[in-house]
């Protein structure tokens, strides 16, 4: 069952990157390119718990989880202060 939590995960993340990026390119507001490229990153952070608890539970990658989670919280905020209308 908490396979199916994991992929549901990155699917979700996925999604809201790609819908994201999407409206970007059509409406052209910064704001919606940066949460964009944050959803990118936590798409990444989610595959890598999937990889690290399921796939690989030998290979510790906790830190690489939260670094990629972390990139892309500073990525967000980035544009939640500069870039914002």
Not at 64 to 72: D, E, G, M, Q, V
């Amino acid at each position: 069952m908490e396979t199916a939590v994991y992929v549901l995960g990155v699917l979700t993340s996925s999604l809201c990157a790609w819908l994201l990026l999407r409206g970007y390119a059509s409406v052209k507001k910064k704001l919606l390119l940066w949460s964009g490229f944050c959803f990118v990153g936590l798409t990444i952070s989610n595959l890598l718990v999937f990889l690290d608890l399921v796939l690989f539970p030998e290979i510790d990658l906790y830190r690489w989880r939260l670094i990629s989670a972390a990139i892309a919280m500073i990525t967000l905020l980035y544009g939640l202060i500069w870039e914002s209308e």
